[in-house]
């Protein structure tokens, strides 16, 4: 089963359970089952979401080559979730519904040649 050292990148494609999230301005979130909650930006690099007795939290997902980072705008990479007991544990991914889209930048802080 997943636990809290689950390594959820090497679960990817297991997953079982669909469902649909809905994030709105400034920080509020309602579920496909009309269930309320909260969202929180974490820097610029991933975010928090409570709602229907669960707290999901992940990292947007990126990709570097060198000194350049390419962000995935709108998906994360597969992390860790658990119920507000923190007793149940299970794996998630997030996938914005749309287009992808991608943003590419210069690390600042990449040792250059």
């Not at 309320?36 to 669960?54: A, H, K, L, P």
């Not at 570097?64 to 794996?91: E, M, Y």
Request: aromatic letters at 12%; glycine letters at 8%.
């Amino acid at each position: 089963g997943v636990n809290p050292n689950t390594d959820c990148s090497k679960t990817a494609g297991s997953y079982w359970r669909k469902i649909s999230i809905t994030l709105l301005t400034p920080n509020k979130v309602i579920d496909e089952f009309g269930n309320e909650g909260t969202w929180t930006m974490v820097y610029n690099q991933g975010f928090s979401i409570q709602v229907n007795d669960r707290s999901y939290f992940a990292w947007s997902a990126y990709s570097q080559q060198g000194d350049v980072v390419t962000s995935f705008c709108g998906k994360t990479i597969p992390a860790l979730a658990h119920d507000t007991n923190i007793r149940h544990w299970s794996c998630f991914h997030g996938q914005k519904d749309g287009p992808e889209i991608t943003k590419t930048h210069i690390d600042p802080f990449h040792p250059r040649r």
